[in-house]
């Protein structure tokens, strides 16, 4: 779980991050304020992979996903 605090424009359930085979991906949980990958929305309730590199944004919060 991660949680994103201080920014009233994430919501609780904003997203789904969810690590299968070695890789990480994104579902967007119908949120109000959406989730974006590389500044494109995705759509709601579909499984986006994360790439080495991408910039994940909840809302206005950014994040750098960075494969370990």
Known sequence: DFCVTN???VSRVHATIIIRDGSCFVIDNNSTNKTF?????????T????????ILKLSNEEFDFIEG
């Not at 500044?39 to 309730?45: A, D, G, M, R, T």
């Open 37 to 45: 990958i590389n500044n494109s929305p995705i759509p709601v309730q």
């Open 7 to 9: 920014n009233k424009t």
């Open 47 to 54: 499984e986006i992979k994360l790439k080495n590199g991408d």
